[in-house]
Nanobody, 125 residues
Framework: QVQLVESGGGLVQAGGSLRLSCAAS????????MGWFRQAPGKEREFVAA????????DYADSVKGRCTISRDNVKNTFYLQMNSLKPEDTATYYC??????????????????WGQGTQVTVSS
């Protein structure tokens, strides 16, 4: 049974940092693209960042570029989203997800087969 379990969310002041974790289990993800998405109240879920588990490819939404870093730990089968210089507009529920569709499809939400339960990030001004 495939499971993605997020952790690391919380309440932080503007300008602060958080590191989100996503522990993956139940299969080998070496051929998967792992993504982070977020959804604020009343808004659609949006892409934040993606990582190609088997290679070195990473990608970021313009809204977080330069402030966030996605990375992985192959030993722990976990990937991370380090978020710095947080802004109130970063407030959302953050989800990790996995797709086997390939790197070209990393921005297409509906192609992600596996999703975590979400972790809340709240940034106060």
């Amino acid at each position: 049974q495939v499971q993605l379990v997020e952790s690391g969310g919380g309440l932080v002041q503007a300008g602060g940092s958080l590191r989100l974790s996503c522990a993956a289990s139940g299969r080998t993800f070496s051929n998967y693209v792992m993504g982070w998405f977020r959804q604020a109240p009343g808004k659609e879920r949006e892409f934040v960042a993606a990582l190609n588990w088997s290679g070195s490819g990473t990608d970021y939404a313009d809204s977080v570029k330069g402030r966030c870093t996605i990375s992985r730990d192959n030993v722990k089968n976990t990937f991370y989203l380090q978020m710095n210089s947080l802004k109130p507009e970063d407030t959302a529920t953050y989800y990790c997800a996995a797709t086997s569709r390939g790197w070209s499809w990393r921005l297409v939400i509906r192609y992600y087969s596996y999703w975590g339960q979400g972790t809340q990030v709240t940034v106060s001004s």
